[in-house]
């Protein structure tokens, strides 16, 4: 269950340059507004997960602008 939480911190490390430091704060701010979001809606830790997973997509898009070649 803590891979995507790990792969969202690998992400951030590698893409400190391209989302520079108000980018970095902005992702850590929606991961944080994701967790209690399902802790004071009562919902599963799976959902986060996916949640999470999901974010993490997008931060791959985001960081390597969409240049994956996918065969």
């Given at each position: 269950?803590?891979?995507?939480?790990?792969?969202?911190?690998?992400?951030?490390?590698?893409?400190?340059?391209?989302?520079?430091?108000?980018?970095?704060?902005?992702?850590?701010?929606?991961?944080?507004?994701?967790l209690l979001g399902c802790?004071?809606?009562?919902?599963?830790?799976?959902?986060?997960?996916?949640?999470?997973?999901?974010?993490?997509?997008?931060?791959?898009?985001?960081?390597?602008?969409?240049?994956?070649?996918?065969?």
């Amino acid at each position: 269950m803590a891979l995507p939480l790990i792969f969202f911190v690998v992400l951030l490390w590698l893409g400190r340059e391209e989302l520079g430091l108000k980018g970095s704060g902005l992702c850590l701010l929606i991961c944080a507004a994701l967790l209690l979001g399902c802790v004071f809606l009562n919902i599963s830790a799976y959902v986060f997960i996916a949640l999470l997973a999901l974010f993490d997509v997008v931060l791959i898009l985001v960081i390597f602008g969409g240049n994956i070649q996918i065969r």
